[in-house]
């Protein structure tokens, strides 16, 4: 759920962020995001800072694994980049895609913040390289688990989805579903949002194959004064071009239904 201190980490609204308790600014949203993540998301510096100064965790991931440290590098935020290290970030944190900040800012072609990583990854292996080996190993068992429980909660989501599309509220789901940003950010739950498509897709795919075409909710069947011609001839008909044969084509001489043209269920429009 998003709360007013999501919305004022983001806005960096300081003095409302200083009302903030541990358990307030440490909150999940939805996608997991807390208003500590959403400060460096969005390079809000001293939002961040009053963030952490009140308890934030920096190390804490939303639902796609990202820490404060990803979100930052990824979007080019160096001074949030830097603050986040020195404070005690952990570098060696993964997403569900395996990748550490310094991956991240490498896709995102974030060269200030690349450079900045590799900086202090090496100065560390190079200090202990038996303790860097070992907290990359924690860190990937760490992802490892994560990922197997965004797997159950992607797929608990896709019954519950399958479930109420198989009831009587499916085709009024499908067609209210649409993607939702959150302050310019595509959030994750469009990766829910593209599973409920797909999954509406092939339900309604079924749907028009089992039932009638409608116009104004009335089914095909019962309309006068339509034109309808059988499979093969509209599959031939419409493969060279993408508009209504003429009806003297489909039915020539003739718009008497008889066997040898039965009805198909598609209205032509």
């Not at 994750?188 to 089992?210: C, E, G, H, I, M």
Request: proline share 4%.
């Amino acid at each position: 759920m998003t709360t007013r201190y999501h919305r004022a980490a983001a806005d960096s609204r300081i003095e409302v962020l200083k009302e903030g308790t541990r358990k307030d600014l440490n909150q999940s949203d939805d996608d997991g995001m807390t208003p500590t993540l959403w400060a460096a998301y969005h390079g809000q510096l001293s939002a961040l800072r009053t963030c952490c100064s009140r308890g934030g965790d920096v190390d804490k991931c939303d639902l796609l694994g990202n820490t404060a440290l990803h979100l930052a590098a990824q979007n080019g935020h160096m001074r949030c980049v830097s603050f986040l290290v020195e404070f005690g970030a952990n570098i060696w944190k993964l997403d569900n895609s395996y990748n550490n900040a310094l991956a991240l800012a490498g896709i995102r072609e974030q060269k200030k913040c690349v450079d900045y990583l590799d900086d202090v990854i090496n100065k560390k292996e190079a200090k202990d390289k038996k303790q860097a080996k070992k907290q990359q190993e924690l860190a990937r068992k760490e992802a490892e688990k994560r990922i197997v429980k965004f797997e159950k909660l992607q797929s608990k989501m896709k019954q519950k989805i399958e479930k109420n599309l198989n009831g009587p509220t499916g085709k009024v789901l499908a067609s209210n579903i649409s993607e939702e940003k959150s302050n310019g950010r595509k959030t994750s739950s469009s990766t829910f949002t593209t599973l409920r498509k797909l999954s509406t897709s092939n339900k309604l795919d079924q749907v028009a194959r089992d039932q009638p075409q409608t116009i104004s909710g009335i089914p095909s069947q019962k309309l006068p004064n339509v034109t309808y011609m059988p499979t093969e001839r509209f599959n031939s008909s419409l493969s060279t071009a993408n508009k209504r044969p003429p009806v003297n084509e489909i039915f020539p001489g003739s718009t008497d239904y008889g066997e040898e043209y039965p009805r198909f269920n598609t209205a032509l429009k």
